[in-house]
Structures are given as C-alpha cells and as structure tokens.
C-alpha cells in the first residue's frame, strides 16, 4: 500500500479490532515490515502486526519514561489497577508526548482484556479538577495515534529500503538520460486503476528497454504501490572461460518455464508436479486477490511467445503485466505497446559526456563532434556507452567509418562491430578478456572485489589491471555501498556478447 494509505483513523481501527476482538481491517496486514510470505494467513500477519504496534509503543514509551525519570517496567500491566497507576505516573510528568504515548498504550495494547473505559482512564490520568476530562483524553490519544502513524510510516519505508530477496536484477546503469517523459508515463499507466493490464517496451537491442523497466520496477517497489514485483528473465545462455557459448541450467524457454517460475515465487514447493492448468487455477486467486507486478524480460527469446499471452491473461486484473521484447506485441487488443524511442541529440551527448567522465576523462567533446557521432549511431544507449569508451583509446574517425559499414549491413550488425573491436582492445590485456568470461558466474546482484578476485584465479598485478580495463570500457557495472562495492556485467554486455558476436566468431573458426 502507499505510504500516504497508512493514516491515523486506519491504524485506530485495527487498534479498535483488537480491543473489541474483531476481525482486523486488511489494509495494514500487505506492509512489507511484515515479511513478504505468501503462505502466512491473515491471522498470522495480524498477529505479527499487533507484536510490531505493542513494541514501537512501547519503546517509544520506555524512552519518553527514561527521560521523565519516570518508573517503568517492560511487561504489559497484568490488572485494572497497574494499568490506572502507570498512567497516573505517566500523566504525573507534564510532558505532552509521554501523556500521548501513554494515552494509545493504556487505552488500546495494555487494557484491552481489562475491559477498561475511555472515561475511567481519563479519571486516573487527568488528576486535577478539570470539566470534560475524557475529551481531554481523548486529545492525547489522538496526538499519540498521530505519532504512532508517523513512526509506522518510517518503519515502513525503511524495509522498502532494505536490500530484499526479490528478483529484482541490480541495475546496470549509473544514471538513465532521456527517460524521464517515458518514465512517468509508465507510472500513470501501471497505477491508474483502469489502465492497461499488459504493457510491452518494445526497441531493438541496446536501446534502454530492460533500464527502463528496472527503474519503473524499482519505484514501485519503493512507493508499496503494488503488493509485491516479480521479476522473470528469459536470458538463456552463458558464455564459460573456455569462450564457448552454453545454455544456462533450466532457462525461462517456453510457456510452461514462466507458469512454474510464477508457481515458485507465489507458492513455493506447493505446485510442484501440478500441470499447466492446476498451477494457473492454484495462482488465479493468489494474483486476483492482491496486486502484483510481474516482469517479463527479453521475451522474444522464448519459444512460444505468442502462447504465453493468453495463459497470462486471466491472471490480469489487480496484478498488471510488464514485458520488453525486440518483437512487437501490438497484434494482441490486450497489450499496450510502448516504443522505446532512440535519445535526442541533446542527451546522447549528456550520455557520452558522463560516461567519459567517469572513466576521469577532459570532456573537451566539441558538439560538431557528436553530431557526426550521432548520425552514425542515433540516440541508442549501449552503442552511444561502449563507442564512448572507444572514442579513449582509438581514433573517432577510424570508429565512426567502421560503425557506418557495420549499420548499412544490418541495424544490429553495428553491435557486432563495436563488440569485436572492444574484443580488440583487450587483446593487449590478455588478463581482462579472462576476467570478462570469468565474470559470467557472477550474481545478477553482483559480488565483491574479493570473490571475484579468488575465482579468477589471476595474480594481482593483473587482476587489478583487468578490472581497471573492463569498467574502462562499460563492460563492468559496479553497484552496492561505497564500503562495499559489488561488481557484474552489464546484461546488455553479456546478451550481445553472447548472442551476436561470440556465435559469429565461433561460426567463423
């Protein structure tokens, strides 16, 4: 849920829930502070909510009684009178917020079994002779469900935060250029209630498709706006060290592939064994009761795509559909198609402004310059990033002639060029071009200097010079802490060396 949905009148109610032992409001039981198990009941998480509610009030009360030198003990009161008595001290001090935060305590998590009044709280609290004593109450319970909801909010956030166990891939990206327009168009598009159930990104490779959805994905994650984001990848293969091209161990190919990885994520080791049938029957009620977003990356590259589709869509509804794919999917009247556009001149050059600088390059890029540039290549990112890293060691004229045969043969043929040439470049580097395919074993989610140096297996000298190289030439994506950087291939690094090079090489042998 939004962060904004978590008010004071909703966390009064399951508050209310409690006390009178009612069924609790379901709003607060989908926040992510609760664990993200889709097995527990409702009854579980409400349990695990009322323990995170008594613990934030009371510490927050231990504290303001600390500071009051107020007495205090951490068990809940166990009779009428202990109740009265530590609100009478609580109230004693002439702190506002102590008496805020003592008021929502007594009255609704140390009293509930007590069976004990608004009105005879107040009586106990307020001891000096006094009108309406309950509503003067009742405004410190207002001012402490206030700033129960503010911390609530906090908490909340922070676990949005925290690193989680979700597939979301680690971006491969420093800074997106140009998307902001797309971006936010994507949004209204996903959160508006009656927006479209499938949206495709659809682009030739290289032009920001899965950045995009990274990002998009990463937002809402943040914001709570849906229940929860699964992440499914179709990328089939890896490249070993011996530079042959192999497939990864039980890829997303087909249909059934991306059922049984929803089956996983949803209910684990329930649906195992279950047909293609059982398992959409046993995951209709799970994706039409909460709302999810499920990610489908590189599409294209399964084998029934036109397949997939329609066994997905009855699972749409409150859960939305995000795919990207190099094949256009306009022909199904269910899915929204968005064209990832090429950059504009203005921020093709911000691109390859920024990625010379973060490899401490002059940025001495006269704009006539990357006109040329820009004619040969357009605004796609990857061929905009890895000709950048050229650009620092090899003539742009020599670049740009070769970039313009490479695009009269084929859109995509200019990767091939640029690949091969940067293949090239580390030719001098033999350690680098081990590093790269070493690299293939690495996490979506990266790893540090330290693993990836021991599975290298290269001396020092050279694996610090290898890894200088890579990140040089855009080939190596670096995220996780300042503290603890974790370090992987750009996956659109690893798709086209794999895919578009590597097999013509090996065509070529």
Not at 86 to 106: C, T
Not at 141 to 148: N, P, T, Y
Request: hydrophobic share 40%; proline share 6%.
């Amino acid at each position: 849920m939004e962060l904004d949905l978590i008010t004071a009148g909703l966390l009064e109610d399951t508050l209310k829930a409690w006390r009178q032992y009612q069924p609790v409001p379901p709003g607060l039981l989908d926040l992510v502070l609760l664990g993200a198990s889709n097995s527990d009941s409702l009854v579980e998480r409400g349990l695990l909510l009322q323990e995170c509610l008594e613990k934030m009030t009371l510490e927050a009360l231990v504290r303001y009684r600390e500071n009051e030198h107020v007495p205090h003990s951490s068990e809940l009161p166990a009779s009428p009178s202990a109740v009265l008595e530590a609100l009478k001290a609580d109230f004693s001090s002439g702190n506002a917020e102590l008496e805020a935060w003592s008021a929502v305590y007594h009255l609704y998590l140390a009293s509930g079994s007590l069976d004990l009044s608004l009105a005879r709280l107040a009586e106990a609290a307020i001891t000096q002779k006094a009108k309406d004593k309950p509503r003067q109450f009742r405004r410190r319970v207002d001012e402490g469900l206030s700033r129960l909801t503010a911390a609530l909010q906090k908490t909340e956030f922070q676990a949005r935060e925290r690193p989680r166990d979700l597939p979301l891939p680690a971006p491969d990206y420093s800074q997106l250029f140009g998307v902001e327009l797309l971006l936010t168009r994507l949004l209204d598009l996903l959160k508006a209630q009656a927006g479209p159930l499938f949206l495709s990104l659809e682009a030739l490779g290289g032009s920001g498709k899965t950045a995009l959805a990274r990002s998009v994905a990463g937002k809402l994650l943040q914001s709570g706006h849906f229940h929860d984001i699964l992440w499914i990848s179709a990328r089939q293969e890896e490249l070993n060290e011996a530079g042959q091209i192999r497939p990864l161990n039980d890829p997303a190919r087909s249909t059934d592939d991306i059922i049984t990885r929803l089956a996983e994520k949803l209910a684990p080791g329930r649906l195992a064994g279950l047909s293609r049938e059982d398992k959409l029957e046993r995951l209709k009620p799970i994706l039409l009761n909460k709302s999810y977003l499920v990610v489908v990356d590189n599409l294209e590259t399964l084998s029934d795509t036109q397949d997939l589709l329609p066994a997905l869509f009855p699972l749409a509804g409150p859960t939305r559909f995000l795919l990207t794919s190099r094949q256009t999917l306009q022909h199904f009247s269910y899915v929204h198609s968005l064209p990832v556009p090429e950059l504009s001149l203005s921020d093709s050059y911000a691109l390859v402004e920024n990625e010379l600088q973060r490899c401490g390059r002059q940025t001495d890029l006269s704009a006539a310059v990357m006109d040329d540039i820009y004619q040969v290549i357009g605004g796609v990112p990857l061929a905009l990033k890895l000709t950048a890293m050229q650009m620092i060691r090899l003539p742009l004229a020599g670049i740009l002639e070769g970039l313009r045969e490479a695009r009269r043969s084929a859109p995509e043929a200019m990767y091939t060029f640029i690949y091969r040439r940067t293949w090239e470049l580390l030719a001098e580097a033999e350690p680098a071009r081990l590093l790269l395919l070493s690299l293939q074993h690495v996490a979506p989610e990266g790893e540090d200097e330290a693993w990836i140096r021991e599975n290298s297996r290269l001396p020092t000298p050279d694996f610090e010079l290898a890894l200088r190289l890579l990140r040089d030439y855009a080939l190596l994506e670096i995220t996780g802490s300042l503290d603890t950087p974790l370090y992987h291939l750009h996956r659109l690094t690893i798709t086209f060396l794999q895919t578009e090079i590597l097999r013509g090489w090996g065509d070529e042998t």
